[in-house]
């Protein structure tokens, strides 16, 4: 239910691997609102999978342009300092230059929701798999040991019943779904950030908006400037004062923007405004029965960081492989038990690191009002630079405690949000690297089965791979001969689930590998 981008990842991704699923969604038309403006380098790996990668950046900013961040009293002010961020070219350079194991194997992609949505709308369309239902309203539901049964209405107000087996509920923060299956939440609001009002305009008044430079994001304090396409198409969010300020919208958006930004801006046309109030909430459980929830239904966070969309990307390719293992027959009993207890984790980590990020710019403003010179609130900002560079968050997160992984010994390697630290460790996401003959070693792994990465190639495999075959899982094995991959990697073999996760790894063939087979298929 729900056909914004995790509600898309999670239709393509259930069809990559061969199952058919309806997605449904109360509107026609793709998002008018920029709620998103970064696709992080993980899920851009993700997008690759899908062959979606060139297409998203296509659609997104040209990748010459950098993606700098301003701060600053005001256009009206004066300049505090400013956060260098590498554009998609540099990015790939040391990529290229930096090969070992740190770098992801895509870099992040500045994208609006507004120019994502039709990418995935339009491969959804393509997808003979995905029956796409638009224009289409969740009711209620009602759940049996078979399957589920949705009650919809359609657009002329129409009663639709809808029987499937299962429900993944990608129906945003107010999710109906949640609700319908009682599935509470915990959570908080921001007391020094209220309440927001959102002006997304066209400008190409560029000598105004640049009057400190050219940004990604300029942070004012007050107001923060979001550039979208790096041509003339902008979102402006005015944080409020008081709890009441927005409970009307300003009568006229482009008088009030210009007034809070007390610059002589020529703003060509306003497109879209709207009232919003933050907040963080992480659902109680992701799982009822044979209800799921992925994204903006299971966790809200506030835009610093731009996690809660990729965090729902992650959701949403974990959940699907999930229950194609388990509706294609190979997948156990303990395998959607596992999906809560792999992604619950991850999304309170990056809630809580939204968070973090959100007190940097409180505190910054703090000091702003009580008088700090320039250079101090300087100082403090570039200490705590890394909203957007932890990297850590985006590639080190870890499934560790799953009940569906292999666990090794206590000696876990370093989990820092901030930076990431190459392993293959039962449950991180393995090293990218480009091996000898120039080939990204991610693009060996089978995107709609388990792969056994094979160092050696001398048999050693054997045990596991008839253990696999004997129970039905699929896996791919590959040989790879590389000795740099090998010091990365760490081990002779390691078996990556479908998701590209590690889910075993060790030099010999495993004492008994049926176990081991067991274990990741969800087989107890």
């Not at 914004?4 to 998002?31: I, K, N, W």
């Not at 289409?136 to 009650?151: C, E, I, K, P």
Request: charged fraction near 25%; aromatic fraction near 8%; include cysteine.
């Amino acid at each position: 239910m729900g056909a914004g981008p995790v509600g898309m990842v999670t239709a393509l991704a259930l069809a990559r691997h061969g199952v058919a699923c309806v997605l449904v969604d109360q509107g026609f038309e793709t998002s008018v609102h920029p709620k998103l403006d970064y696709v992080n380098a993980r899920s851009m790996e993700f997008f690759r999978q899908f062959g979606l990668a060139d297409d998203v950046r296509a659609a997104g900013v040209a990748p010459e342009h950098r993606s700098d961040v301003i701060w600053s009293t005001g256009l009206a002010g004066e300049p505090i300092t400013r956060w260098g961020l590498p554009s998609v070219t540099e990015e790939w350079r040391r990529i290229a230059e930096h090969n070992d194991g740190t770098q992801p194997a895509e870099p992040g992609q500045r994208i609006s929701q507004i120019d994502l949505e039709p990418v995935l709308r339009a491969r959804c369309r393509r997808e003979p798999l995905v029956d796409l239902r638009l224009g289409v309203r969740f009711d209620s539901l009602t759940q049996d040991d078979a399957g589920v049964t949705s009650v919809l209405a359609d657009d002329t107000g129409g009663e639709v019943r809808l029987r499937s087996r299962y429900v993944v509920g990608c129906d945003g923060a107010s999710s109906r779904v949640r609700r319908a299956v009682g599935i509470g939440e915990e959570g908080f609001d921001v007391p020094g950030l209220p309440g927001a009002f959102m002006v997304h305009f066209t400008s190409r008044d560029l000598d105004s908006l640049h009057r400190h430079g050219r940004f990604w994001h300029y942070f004012a304090f007050r107001y923060v400037i979001i550039a979208q396409d790096e041509v003339d198409t902008w979102t402006a969010h005015v944080n409020g004062i008081d709890p009441n300020e927005f409970d009307e919208p300003p009568a006229d958006p482009e008088a009030f923007l210009l007034d809070t930004i007390r610059t002589e801006l020529r703003i060509d046309k306003v497109l879209l405004t709207s009232r919003w109030r933050p907040g963080f909430m992480l659902a109680d459980r992701y799982r009822a029965g044979r209800v799921l929830l992925a994204g903006d239904s299971a966790h809200r966070m506030f835009p610093t960081g731009a996690y809660g969309m990729n965090t729902g990307i992650g959701d949403a390719v974990d959940v699907a492989w999930k229950l194609a293992a388990v509706l294609r027959g190979f997948g156990g009993p303990a395998l959607l038990d596992s999906y809560d207890a792999e992604r619950r984790p991850v999304g309170r980590r990056n809630m809580h690191t939204s968070h973090r990020h959100l007190g940097v710019h409180l505190r910054a403003g703090e000091l702003l009002r009580d008088g700090a010179p320039l250079p101090s609130v300087a100082a403090f900002l570039d200490a705590e630079r890394g909203e957007n560079e932890y990297r850590g968050i985006e590639l080190g997160y870890r499934y560790a405690g799953s009940p569906v992984l292999r666990p090794e010994g206590p000696a876990e390697p370093p989990d820092d949000p901030r930076a990431y630290t190459p392993t293959t460790w039962p449950g991180a996401r393995p090293p990218s690297l480009l091996l000898s003959g120039g080939q990204q070693i991610f693009d060996r792994f089978d995107p709609a089965s388990f792969t056994l990465v094979d160092f050696t190639g001398d048999g050693a495999a054997d045990p596991l791979l008839a253990a696999a075959a004997a129970r039905g899982l699929p896996v791919t094995h590959t040989v790879v001969t590389d000795a740099r991959a090998r010091e990365l990697w760490e081990r002779d073999l390691v078996l990556l689930r479908p998701d590209h996760h590690v889910a075993w790894r060790g030099n010999t063939a495993p004492p008994d590998p049926d176990a081991v087979v067991q274990r990741v298929r969800g087989g107890g």
